[in-house]
């Protein structure tokens, strides 16, 4: 069998795997703390938190919860709860 150079997968293909199935935590925002720094998002190594106007959002389908995100938070508006 001949593999092309390069990957192997097709680019966008890891929206179609949800990998947050398998976490044990999961980050709770308290969007009343949050003052939208962007830390969090800069951070996060799954790429699932957004930012926007009415506060910080995580796509739990994505997270595994590895918590870099609360550890980074200056504020400590994201707890990791089970």
């Known amino acids: 069998m001949k593999l092309s150079i390069g990957g192997v997968c097709k680019a966008g293909e890891s929206k179609n795997y949800h990998t947050g199935t398998w976490r044990t935590f999961k980050p709770v925002v308290d969007n009343d703390k949050c003052i939208k720094c962007g830390i969090c998002e800069r951070y996060c190594p799954d790429f699932c938190i957004d930012i926007k106007e009415d506060g910080c959002h995580v796509n739990l389908d994505y997270c ?15 707890t990791m709860e089970v």
């Not at 595994?64 to 200056?74: F, L, R, V």
């Open 64 to 78: 595994k919860g590895c918590g870099i995100c609360a550890h980074e938070c200056p504020v400590k508006s994201i």
